[in-house]
């Protein structure tokens, strides 16, 4: 079992910053993939972001490329979500995900992770 919070969402204008986190607690070992996705209203879970615990691996969506940067602290089981020159469609809830198998190949799809946080609110205003 693991256990997912995340922090860090707000309210911000376009063109701001924020940074996300995700703290897993529970049966953490191994070389897992944790992930951002993120929910607008009346539109599907889109994927943000994803990571090797190790972090040694990253890639993310296309929107997201050159202004999000995902990154992880392994002596902590913290991934972030450092999030610039942010724009209104940004605006979701975010959630993080983990996926104790590390199945790096299928990292977008979020059918593969089996623990999801509670979603943390990101709001940017024009």
């Known amino acids: 079992q693991v256990t997912l919070i995340e922090s860090g969402g707000g309210l911000v204008q376009a063109g701001g910053s924020l940074r996300l986190s995700c703290a897993a607690s529970?049966?953490?070992?191994?070389?897992?993939?944790m992930a951002w996705f993120r929910q607008a209203p009346g539109k599907e879970r889109e994927f943000v972001a994803a990571?090797?615990?190790?972090?040694?691996?990253?890639f993310y969506g296309n929107a997201m490329k050159g202004r999000f940067t995902i990154s992880s602290d392994n002596a902590k089981n913290t991934v972030y979500l450092e999030m610039n020159s942010l724009k209104p469609e940004d605006t979701a809830v975010y959630y993080c995900?983990?996926?104790?198998?590390?199945?790096?190949?299928?990292?977008?799809?979020?059918?593969?992770?089996?623990?999801w946080g509670q979603g943390t609110q990101v709001t940017v205003s024009s």
């Open positions: 990571i090797t615990l190790s972090g040694a691996n990253t």
């Open positions: 529970g049966r953490t070992n191994g070389n897992y993939v």
């Open positions: 995900g983990i996926d104790p198998r590390g199945r790096w190949s299928s990292r977008t799809d979020p059918n593969i992770y089996w623990y």
